[in-house]
């Protein structure tokens, strides 16, 4: 009896890291800090032993991209509705978006397993969090970096070039490294081929969810034969808290990144970085 209480208070404060975990998730994932980052980094400090393959890191996300598809609803309805209909718009819209995630499919799929070993790697990782910061502050500075065109959101993101929407692809192929961050990288990318801060935040979110739903699944399929019950239900929890954390916020950090900088979150990269840098 006793034992069974111990194995059962042990599985619920692992339930309840899993849950903390996906509420990191969802205030990070649409951020420029890089969620994965802040998974590894607190999953070690509270530690969460995270299943095989690192599953848990990759497919919690699926709760966050969720709240994105809420979010852009309207968007992703009128894309499917007009390629349905074969409207060339639409059609080339779609072509744009298959653009941005193709190259990441490609890289991802060949180098998987390796780039599942640098999540193993925290100093990979607090270099990558400390690098992309200056960045972000050098893109930040740029001239007219800040610049809004004055075409409407609806007409401009409709409107990005097959050249841009490759840029912002192999942009996010910088991301798989631990500590990048793919919604920074993706605007950033977007930023420097020209795209308005506003526009480029959009297109990131509408590219986050073929992309990462794809990457998730593959990831789950992949390693579904050496997981657990308790695995399954720390992935159900980690999704679930991640959906309803990045449900309530998700819209306000769009209207925050579309007409402010990311000087502090580069600044609090980089403190990440260090921190984690000593901390190792």
């Not at 409207?87 to 990441?104: G, N, Q």
């Not at 502050?137 to 070039?161: A, D, F, G, Q």
């Not at 840029?167 to 961050?181: D, H, L, N, R």
């Not at 998700?250 to 970085?273: C, D, H, P, Q, S």
Request: glycine share 6%.
């Amino acid at each position: 009896m006793i034992v069974n209480e111990v194995i059962n208070t042990d599985q619920f404060l692992v339930l309840i890291k899993a849950c903390f975990l996906g509420i990191v998730e969802g205030f990070t994932e649409f951020i420029p800090v890089s969620s994965t980052a802040h998974l590894i980094f607190i999953g070690k400090l509270i530690s969460f032993d995270s299943c095989n393959g690192m599953v848990f890191e990759v497919f919690i996300q699926v709760g966050a991209i969720f709240s994105a598809i809420f979010l852009f609803r309207f968007y992703i309805v009128e894309i499917l509705c007009g390629v349905i209909r074969l409207d060339a718009r639409y059609l080339l819209f779609s072509a744009k978006i298959i653009c941005s995630t193709l190259p990441s499919v490609i890289i991802g799929a060949l180098l998987i397993r390796h780039i599942k070993k640098l999540f193993l790697c925290p100093n990979i990782m607090a270099l990558s969090l400390i690098i992309g910061g200056f960045i972000i502050i050098i893109v930040e500075y740029r001239k007219n970096i800040n610049h809004e065109k004055t075409l409407s959101h609806y007409t401009e993101m409709y409107n990005i070039s097959i050249k841009q929407s490759l840029y912002i692809g192999f942009a996010q192929c910088i991301a798989m490294i631990p500590g990048v961050s793919r919604f920074g990288a993706t605007v950033i990318g977007g930023m420097l081929s020209g795209l308005s801060r506003s526009i480029a935040t959009r297109y990131s979110f509408i590219i986050a969810i073929p992309t990462m739903l794809g990457a998730a699944l593959y990831d789950l399929w992949s390693n579904i034969d050496n997981l657990s019950y308790v695995d399954f239900s720390n992935i159900f929890i980690g999704s679930l808290s991640a959906f309803v954390s990045a449900f309530f916020i998700v819209k306000y950090i769009v209207r925050f990144v579309e007409t402010n900088t990311y000087i502090a979150f580069a600044l609090y990269r980089i403190a990440v970085g260090f921190a984690v840098l000593f901390l190792n």
